[in-house]
């Protein structure tokens, strides 16, 4: 599958309101738009759908996702490595040994240009891990899971 191929992602999409499904359409565009070259790894599982870019097939080779969690609808612009890459403003929440994150709350107060210099950390990081280069590849949409079980909205 391309990046062109939406219909996977569009089904995963479905039940999350149509604002946040925009926000994260809007997210991977720009992310694509800055890594074209990268693969994108779609996760479809039980508490968030997640999709992060990677220059192998590979979820260790990812350097940057967006995810959004089906318990608040809470939509992420991660760094799967981002214990391993500076954040000299500390803007990126985490604390654990390796995910860190920017939650997105709109489109405006995204800080772009902090974004963009932490992925082209991330990216260089990410491809500093492929040990054989004929694990690169260029521009796939992979589809690498799919739970069968979701997390429903609760009613409020």
């Known amino acids: 599958m391309a990046r062109e191929d939406l219909s996977d992602l569009k089904k995963f999409l479905e039940p999350f309101p149509p604002e946040a499904q925009e926000t994260v359409w809007w997210l991977r565009d720009w992310i694509w738009s800055l890594y074209p070259q990268a693969n994108e790894l779609i996760y479809d599982n039980y508490n968030a759908l997640a999709f992060g870019w990677s220059p192998t097939d590979r979820l260790g080779h990812?350097?940057?996702?967006?995810?959004?969690?089906?318990?608040?609808?809470?939509?992420?612009?991660?760094?799967y490595w981002g214990s391993k890459?500076?954040?000299?403003?500390?803007?990126?929440?985490?604390?654990?040994?390796?995910?860190?994150?920017?939650?997105?709350?709109?489109?405006?107060?995204?800080?772009?240009?902090?974004?963009?210099?932490?992925?082209?950390?991330?990216?260089?990081?990410?491809?500093?891990?492929?040990?054989?280069?004929?694990?690169?590849?260029?521009?796939?949409?992979?589809?690498?899971?799919?739970s069968s079980a979701k997390r429903k909205k609760k009613n409020k």
């Not at 803007?91 to 939650?103: A, D, E, H, I, P």
């Not at 990216?123 to 500093?128: E, G, Q, T």
Request: glycine share 4%; net charge positive; charged share 25%.
């Open 62 to 79: 990812t350097f940057c996702s967006v995810a959004i969690y089906r318990a608040g609808f809470n939509i992420h612009v991660g760094f």
């Open 85 to 146: 890459i500076l954040d000299p403003e500390k803007k990126l929440f985490g604390v654990g040994n390796q995910y860190r994150y920017w939650l997105v709350k709109n489109r405006k107060d995204l800080p772009k240009s902090y974004l963009i210099k932490l992925m082209e950390e991330a990216y260089a990081y990410s491809l500093s891990l492929v040990k054989d280069p004929k694990q690169i590849m260029q521009a796939k949409t992979i589809v690498k899971s799919i």
